[in-house]
């Protein structure tokens, strides 16, 4: 399977593939749920390997990150710093309580690499992301889509997944 992991194009195709995602979704809401879902990971599974994250990044340099409130405790022990600097540096908290990383691209994000520098303590919507390995794609149409054209992952699965649903 030939893949497409230029962004700039995956962002284009965002655009011009619209009515053909909009027919794909529609279909595939016809589906057997439990069916499509292993679809997905059948495909997520073969695509997930060629795609290399580190030469990608785009996640990290274009997602708002949420970070849970017991999340600050590793990373800030990684960087050898307390929690209360962490939070200080590194995060705004809504009115709400939520917190979010305070910037856009990452912090953490080495550019040079694409690398994370605090890979082994990252937050949890980081390891999940993009999240194909998670049941229920009838129910996370939207989210999946909102991300459609910012991750080659996702792009390449659902294009597979197109051929699939919409022969
Ligand atoms: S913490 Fe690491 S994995 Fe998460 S967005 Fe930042 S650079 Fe990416
Ligand atoms: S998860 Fe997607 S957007 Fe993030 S680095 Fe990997 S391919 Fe790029």
């Known amino acids: ?7 700039t194009i995956i962002d284009e195709l965002s655009v011009t593939n619209q009515q053909e995602n909009d027919a794909f979704v529609a279909k595939a809401k016809t589906w ?5 879902d292993a679809l997905m990971f059948t495909l997520e599974a073969e695509i997930t390997p ?7 990044g785009n996640c990290c340099k274009s997602l708002l ?23 200080e540096q590194f995060v705004e908290k809504g ?13 953490f994000l080495q550019a ?21 390995d998670v049941p229920n794609l009838q129910q996370r149409f939207f989210t999946v889509f909102m991300h459609y054209g910012r991750c080659p992952i996702i792009f390449n699965v659902m294009e597979a997944m197109k051929k699939v649903v919409l022969t």
């Not at 060629?50 to 990608?56: F, N, R, T, Y």
């Open 1 to 7: 399977m030939l893949l497409q992991t230029q962004l």
């Open 32 to 36: 057997n749920s439990a069916e499509l």
């Open 50 to 56: 060629q795609i290399d994250c580190l030469a990608c």
């Open 65 to 87: 990150i949420n970070v849970e409130p017991d999340e600050t405790l590793e990373p800030a022990k990684q960087l050898g710093i307390s929690t209360a600097v962490f939070e």
């Open 95 to 107: 009115s709400s309580g939520q917190m979010l990383l305070n910037t856009i691209p990452c912090h």
């Open 112 to 132: 040079e690499t694409n690398a994370c520098k605090i890979y082994e303590t990252r937050f949890s919507g980081c390891r999940q992301f993009p999240a194909l």
